[in-house]
């Protein structure tokens, strides 16, 4: 568990004396669209947010094309913080990497495999499934270097273990179901917890909800 080394004083509250509906980009993982992340979008739309959807094509077009799409969007100006789930996450930290200067504040990930997924490095080493991972099999595989990027990024990982990764991969420690618990730790994030659902569940979870809104105002998680 990573705890947040402080706040820096950064706040994405919502209030009248601030922005008042600072503009979160949401970015799907792999095998998903952006219409996936509507019921998310939807929850923090409740809350006085405003949500963006990030499409991208994960795998005939892969993280080659969404970075740089990606990068130049934020260039643009206007979003405060982004949310990505699974690959989404990976992707939205490289396209920071690539625009360190797009004023993002905080980003969530959503069960990304910062580290690399051994699901994935199993699915690539065989010939009949390695179709599924398209040009983003060497990102999921390899996984990230060390976040030391300025945005705060805290990571929300499941711990309950039912999905199609069960199909491909066995996981000595906690994971849900396509992602070990491990795999989302990277160096430098700010802070890291963990919510009692699946890989899939992770985008409709109402304590991915709060634990999200938790973040995005205060740069740590709710103990």
Known sequence: MH???????????????????????????????????????????????????????????????????????????????????????????????????????????LGSPLRGSATARTIASRAWSRPLLGRSAPMLQAGLRDWDGEAEVGVIAGDVPRGLGRLFSRFEGTSDGTVGVEETCLPGIADHCIVHCSHTGLVFSRDVVAQTLVFLREGRFRR
């Not at 979008?41 to 094309?65: D, H, K, N, T």
């Open 3 to 109: 705890h947040a080394p402080g706040n820096r004083g950064i706040s994405l509250s919502v209030s009248a004396s601030q922005n008042p509906s600072p503009r979160i980009l949401l970015v799907h993982g792999l095998l998903n669209a952006d219409w996936w992340l509507r019921p998310l979008a939807a929850a923090l739309r409740r809350e006085g947010y405003e949500p963006r959807l990030f499409g991208y094509p994960s795998v005939l077009g892969g993280p080659a094309q969404a970075i740089p799409r990606l990068a130049e969007r934020l260039r643009v100006g206007g979003v405060a913080a982004i949310v990505g789930h699974s690959l989404g996450g990976l992707i939205a930290l490289e396209a920071l990497r690539a625009a360190p200067d797009a004023g993002i504040r905080r980003v969530v990930c």
